[in-house]
């Protein structure tokens, strides 16, 4: 499995922007799907967005479409997501995922082999 370290959550306001960082370990990278999930208080994990290996084909969650933007790369073993025009209900933790590429890409939280830890991110209105 590779290693994740998510970072780059903070406090910011409505309308604001903020970029998340997922470090990943290891050399095959490439190998893996990556996405995020979030999971805001009492409420289940949800899925926000997912990008193939090769950075090809992305997906979002309706939600955040127009808004987010997940990007990945390989040379650096980093995966990102920018989040612009972020509204209260975007407050939630963000987790970073990983799957192996060979697998159908899932918005399921249970289908996602690898997580980071977690990064908090806070919209105030």
């Known amino acids: 499995q590779v290693q994740l370290v998510d970072s780059g959550g903070g406090l910011v306001q409505a309308g604001g922007s903020l970029r998340l960082s997922c470090a990943a370990s290891g050399r095959t990278f490439s190998r893996y799907t990556m996405g995020w999930f979030r999971q805001a208080p009492g409420k289940e994990r949800e899925f926000v967005a997912a990008?193939?290996?090769?950075?090809?084909?992305?997906y979002y969650t309706d939600s955040v479409k127009g808004r987010f933007t997940i990007s990945r790369d390989n040379a650096k073993n980093m995966a990102y997501l920018q989040m612009n025009s972020l509204k209260p209900e975007d407050t939630a933790v963000y987790y970073c995922?990983?799957?192996?590429?060979?697998?159908?890409?899932?918005?399921?939280?249970?289908?996602?082999?690898?997580w980071g830890q977690g990064t908090q991110v806070t919209v105030s209105s």
């Open positions: 995922a990983a799957d192996p590429r060979d697998n159908p890409i899932s918005n399921s939280g249970r289908a996602w082999s690898s």
């Open positions: 990008i193939s290996w090769s950075g090809t084909n992305t």
